[in-house]
T-cell receptor
Framework: DGGITQSPKYLFRKEGQNVTLSCEQN?????MYWYRQDPGQGLRLIYY???????QKGDIAEGYSVSREKKESFPLTVTSAQKNPTAFYLC???????????FGQGTRLTVV | AQKVTQAQTEISVVEKEDVTLDCVYE???????LFWYKQPPSGELVFLIR??????QNEISGRYSWNFQKSTSSFNFTITASQVVDSAVYFC?????????????FGAGTQVVVTP
């Protein structure tokens, strides 16, 4: 079945650590996105990528980094510079940017 | 500035009641897309509908219906004869053509609670 797979589902990070969230899609979509969701708020865009080896900052990119070495993969690293990383992270993809986005099941990150 | 406003934080209804979720958006683009997504407790966002700015025709899909009015910049969503399975958070989102490639701007969401 085609879709987006995010892993892990739950992730715990100690203060000062970098952690990487995985996002893989087999939909052959060009564009991929990372969103952050905090309680009571909508999703906010962290980074997005239109093609391989290219990506752009979204509204809240500080403290995050990404790579897009393969069309299928768009991992997100939450660095120690991110002051408040505890949140729910959602990865999404679209074929051309004008159709609906497909979302993964999300990763819940908690700082301990 | 908030471009998508969902003023209702939570709506609680008894099963079989109708529920209408409000969405007001703001954009200077003439071409844009509006979306509704459902987020059940599992967390994944489920796509419900997409409308482009040139298509104001209202739409009905089963128990769901949408009312798009450009004059008031609103894209409201109604669930008819609600069921317990409709309990979820519903998000309205905007994608602007000039800032495109699918970047979505979301409202804060409306929690719908349907009790038996």
């Amino acid at each position: 079945d085609g879709g987006i797979t995010q892993s892990p589902k739950y992730l715990f990070r100690k203060e000062g650590q970098n952690v990487t969230l995985s996002c893989e899609q087999n939909l052959n979509h060009d564009a991929m996105y990372w969103y952050r969701q905090d309680p009571g708020q909508g999703l906010r865009l962290i980074y997005y990528s239109q093609i391989v080896n290219d990506f752009q900052k979204g509204d809240i990119a500080e403290g995050y980094s990404v790579s897009r070495e393969k069309k299928e993969s768009f991992p997100l690293t939450v660095t120690s510079a991110q002051k408040n990383p505890t949140a729910f992270y959602l990865c999404a993809s679209t074929p051309d940017g004008n159709t609906e986005a497909f979302f993964g099941q999300g990763t819940r990150l908690t700082v301990v | 500035a908030q471009k998508v406003t969902q003023a209702q934080t939570e709506i609680s209804v008894v099963e079989k009641e109708d529920v209408t979720l409000d969405c007001v958006y703001e954009t200077r683009d003439t071409t844009y897309y509006l979306f509704w997504y459902k987020q059940p407790p599992s967390g994944e966002l489920v796509f419900l509908i997409r409308r482009n700015s040139f298509d104001e025709q209202n739409e009905i899909s089963g128990r769901y219906s949408w009312n798009f009015q450009k004059s008031t910049s609103s894209f409201n969503f109604t669930i008819t004869a609600s069921q317990v399975v409709d309990s979820a958070v519903y998000f309205c989102a905007l994608s602007e053509l000039t800032d495109s490639w699918g970047k979505l701007q979301f409202g804060a969401g409306t929690q719908v609670v349907v009790t038996p």
